[in-house]
Structures are given as C-alpha cells and as structure tokens.
C-alpha cells in the first residue's frame, strides 16, 4: 500500500469522466464464461433454464447443451433464448425457407437424410456428420445448400451451435419428427 501512495500522483489524473462501455463489458464476460469449468456454467444458466420451464432432469443432455451454447452466451440471462432450440422448434424465417428449405435441392437434402437417420439406432456427432459427408458425395450438393435446409428443419434458425452437435442432443426421433414436419409432398 505505501508503494501505491507513493506512486500516485494528481497530475496523472484525466480531466475527462470515465467512460463505461456496456458491450466491452458483456465481451469481458463472454470470455469469463466461456472459461469456467462446465459444471459452474451448469450452476449459473440452470436458474435461468428453470424458470422459463426447461426440463433440465436429465444431466447428461444438460450438459451438453450449456456446451453447445456456450460460445454464443455472454451472460448466463440469455441461456433460455439460445437454449430454446432444443426444447421447441419454432417456424423457419420466411426468406430462409423459401430459399433452402423448400427448394428443390433442399427437399432432396432433407429427404436423403430422413432415410439415412431412419437407419440409425441412435444419433451421434460422429454419425451426423457422415451423412453429411454421404449427401454431399451423393447429391453433389455442398456448402449452404447442403447444411441450411437441415438446419432449418431441426431449429428454425439459420445460425445457430455445430449442426452434428444439434441433431445429437436432440436425439433421433426428435430430429427425424422436425424433418418430417418440413418435408413437401
């Protein structure tokens, strides 16, 4: 303490007010978090998860959305707004449906996969991304207009956490029911 007393000085001392930058401060945060061992970022976004009415029984699935979200969450409060992906689907952006998800090219997308995943016991990351790798070589269909229709489908979204990690946490029947909703006659 006297080294601090020493060294300050009244001429070193800006005129001009402190500035208080809300977005710095939520970025500083964003990287607090993404530090923390997983079980403490369970602990914070849990009450959050909880009283927007999120299952969060099985700890297994937990853990692996909070994963998955992660990167995307700055503060703990905006759990529930990622987090809901995995707990309800809402409808696809109008634009972003017309475009991938009910275009040819992404009905085939989609039709190709509802027959890959109905062959699977369960779904993996490792599983998902090889039926991605198989429609890609299959359908000759690569980049946005290989992976945005299934995005679509299974999130109504068009960003979002890794898409294998999505379709895993989701589960197989979960994932096969989204796709079916979306698939045209």
């Known amino acids: 303490m006297p080294e601090l007393i020493e060294a300050f000085s009244l001429e070193r001392v800006g005129k001009a007010g402190a500035i208080f930058d809300l977005e710095k401060l939520r970025w500083m945060n964003g990287q607090y978090f993404r530090n923390l ?3 403490r970022r369970m602990e914070l976004c849990r009450p959050y998860l909880q009283a927007a009415g999120y299952d969060l029984l099985d ?3 937990y853990r692996k959305i909070i994963e ?6 700055q503060v703990p409060v905006e759990a529930p707004e990622k987090a809901e992906i995995f707990f309800s689907k809402h409808a696809p952006e109008k634009e972003a449906a017309e475009e991938f998800l009910y275009s040819e090219t992404g009905q085939k997308v989609l039709r190709f996969f509802l027959e890959e995943m109905q062959e ?3 779904i993996t990351v490792e599983r998902f991304s090889e039926i991605l790798r198989n429609a890609k070589s299959t359908l000759g269909v690569k980049g946005k207009n290989l992976f ?3 995005r679509i489908a299974l999130t109504g979204e068009t960003h ?3 898409l294998p990690l999505v379709a895993e946490i989701l589960g197989k029947e979960e994932c096969l029911n989204r796709i079916r ?3 045209r006659a």
């Open 160 to 162: 979002g956490p890794e």
């Open 148 to 150: 945005m229709p299934v």
């Open 68 to 73: 998955a979200l992660t990167p995307r969450i």
């Open 120 to 122: 699977l016991n369960d």
């Open 181 to 183: 909703e979306e698939l």
């Open 59 to 61: 700890d297994h699935r």
């Open 37 to 39: 061992p997983v079980e």
